[in-house]
């Protein structure tokens, strides 16, 4: 996943904080930050 795509699923996260928890703890985002992206 490239650095747009992670930003877009960021943007999206806290946008809509529908499922917040299960969103926030999917395995994208942890990849996100793992990248350094958050």
């Known amino acids: 996943m490239d650095n747009k795509a992670c930003l ?3 943007v999206m ?3 809509t904080y529908l499922n917040s ?3 926030l ?3 994208a985002v942890v ?3 793992k ?3 958050l």
């Open 21 to 23: 928890k299960a969103v």
């Open 13 to 15: 996260i806290k946008n």
């Open 35 to 37: 990248s350094g992206t």
């Open 8 to 10: 877009s699923l960021v």
């Open 31 to 33: 990849n996100c930050s």
């Open 25 to 27: 703890n999917s395995k």
